[in-house]
Every structure is written in structure tokens, then in C-alpha cells.
């Protein structure tokens, strides 16, 4: 039998020491589906109890060093003080998410509005949403639209294209030159015939006439089923343009449950692409979560997630480049797909955990945040947590 420290090589355990996983404000909120949401004891009061909650993941597992915001759920009269909580709770501010998609007059676009002045409005809550960026110093403002329609000839899908260019345009303008802009698609939801920006070739046309740093985001739960999510992956990667990942689970739609609880194997797939093309040690990928939980314990829920990411980022390093690569040249079919699934088939927890105790941290994340008192602590603190006020 292999002992566990045999597992992981000094080298991959120096790669993934380098690991950095984002979280989202918004799973430490109440969140659930069009049908009910379900109140959890304990669930943050505002912003700042968000990110008390997203520490104790960073605390115990040193995966998880910032935490994304949305605006309006995030706004607080004092980012400079939200910032400071962040810095002493050991985590910094990441990524600005804007929302055109809870507001009536977007009932028919933001950006791609036939209305000037709504575009005009939906634009101004991005440059509200740079001057947040500003006070917290983040680096990426990450644009999601619930634009397009639900009938065919209802909307014209070409001039709502070019406004949205245009749109994008004066957003872009408006960043740092240390700013960037990541603009995510998604295939259907909320509108169901046509989407604007449905898919990775129509979010990399629109940021490629915007300039270098604009790039798109890649959320895993966006996508038909049965796509070659990693085949997107390199693709992005190859043009110098994948800037973000929303990582998240999927069953049936945008379900967002926890990474790798569907399909282990297509997170190993992803992350092997990833590898592959230079990501994993790009500061340029973001590697956030984009999850609500529902029914499960909100932390234990982003603890889980940030260790499926820890675990499958390790097996895909252990795939052995050059033995694969020997199989691939000499077509040796069932050799490099070997090759590919020894490497999926290791279990590295054992090895994970041993080096997890080897840095001062807990070798079971889970059962230490469990045995911390923080969950009782909260629960008695808190009372009328808020809701997320979305359940994508
Ligand atoms: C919506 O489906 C997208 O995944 C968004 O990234 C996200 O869930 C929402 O904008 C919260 O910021
Ligand atoms: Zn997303
Ligand atoms: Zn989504």
C-alpha cells in the first residue's frame, strides 16, 4: 500500500500550495429556488458577518483568501470599513459583481435596452459599481446579463448585439489600467428563446473589440448538457482570454450546487485543461465559486467545495505529462487514456490531509469547523439573517 506523503511530490505540493479559490458573498446568504427559501439559524445579518463566515473557510483550509461582492446585496456605507474587516479576518476583497437583473426597467434589457436612458442607467450602475472597486481595491468588475427574449420576433437580436458592444464599450473605458472587465454567458435563464451573450464565442467577439483587459467568464454550470466544458477551457486559454471561473455543480440546469458533487470527473477534465494551458499558475484565471446552499450548512458547504477543488486540482497534476504525451504521439489510444484515468483514480486525500497537518492546519476541515463552537456562536448571535436575494 502507498503511504500517503508518496502521493503528491514536493513539486505538486509546491504547486498547490499556490491554490487560491474566491468565494461568494452571496452563498452565506439564505438562498434557495422559485419555490421557497429556506431560513438557516445563524445566516449573516449584512456584509460584514459574510465575511466573518468566508474567513472561517479560509482559516481552516488556506484555499480560500478572498470573497466576491455583489452590488446592491453587498453595499455598505463604508467600503474602506468592509475592507478593513476583510484585511483583519486574513481575507481581501475580490471581485465586483454587478446586478441588472432584479430592477423593472430592465424588464426588457439593460445594456442591450432599446431605450437610451435605461442603457444609460444600467451603465451608470457599473460605474457605481468601479468606484466600489476602488475602495476595495478589486481587480475584476464581473458583468452577468439576464438579457434577451423570450419569443422569436420579439426583440431584434442584432441591434441589441451592437448595443451591448457599445454599452460595453463605455464600461470598459471607464476601468483602471489595472481594472478588468469579465463578462460571463450563460445559455438560457431568465429569458428562454434567445440570450445576448449565450455562449464563450459570443462573450470572447464582444470583450475582443474592448481590449486586453477584458476576458470571459467561464461558469461550469452554464452550459448544454453534454459540452465539452474543458474543451472551452483550453480554447480561452490558448487565446489569452479565459479571466474568470464561477465554479459550481450541476444536475439538470444552473443549479449551482457544490463543485464536484455532480461530475467529479469533468472538474478534473476542466482542471486538467487548465494545467495544461499555463491557468493554473496564471494570475490572469480567477478561480471563483459561484454556489447557493440551499438545504446544506452554508460554511460546511463552501469548505467542502473549496477541498473537491483542492482534490481534483492534485490528481489532475498527477497525471504523468510525458508518459501521456508518449501514448498521444504514438496514437496509442488506450495507453493515454490509462494514463488519464490512473491519475483521476488516485485518492490523494489521505496525502492531502497528512500536508494539511505538516502547515498547522486541520487535517479535516469539516470536522474542525464542527468541533470550533462557530456554528453555536453564530446561531446564538444572529437572529434574522438576511436573504441573498437570489437563488442562481
Ligand atoms: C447567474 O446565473 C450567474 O451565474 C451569476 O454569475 C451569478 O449567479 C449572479 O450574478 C450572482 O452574482
Ligand atoms: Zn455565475
Ligand atoms: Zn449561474
Known sequence: MTTPSSVLSDEILGQLEKQAIELPSWAFGNSGTRFKVFATAGTPRDPFEKISDAAQVNRLTALAPSVALHIPWDLVDSFDDLRKHAEDNGVALGTINSNTFQDDDYKFGALTHEDAAIRQKAIDHHFACIDVMNATGSRDLKIWLAEGSNYPGQADMRGRQDRLNDSLQKIYERLSGEQRLVLEYKFFEPAFYHTDVPDWGTSYAQVATLGERAMVCL?????????????????????????????????YA??????????????????????????????????????????????????????NVQEMTARALLVDQDALRAAQVSGDVLAANAVFMDAFYTDVRPALAQWRESRGLPADPMAAYLASGYQERIEAERVGGVQAGWGA
Open 254 to 307: 444552473d443549479d449551482d450546487l457544490i463543485v464536484g458533487a455532480a461530475d467529479p470527473f469533468q472538474l478534473f477534465r476542466i482542471l486538467f485543461e487548465v494545467i495544461r494551458g499555463g491557468g493554473y499558475a496564471n494570475p490572469d484565471v480567477a478561480f471563483m465559486l459561484d454556489q447557493c446552499h440551499n438545504v446544506e450548512n452554508k460554511i460546511l458547504g463552501q469548505i467542502r467545495s473549496v477541498l
Open 219 to 251: 461558469d461550469t454550470g452554464h452550459h448544454a448538457p453534454g459540452t465539452n466544458i474543458e474543451f472551452i477551457v483550453m480554447q480561452l486559454l490558448r487565446l489569452g482570454k479565459l479571466g474568470s471561473f464561477d465554479f459550481n455543480s450541476r444536475f
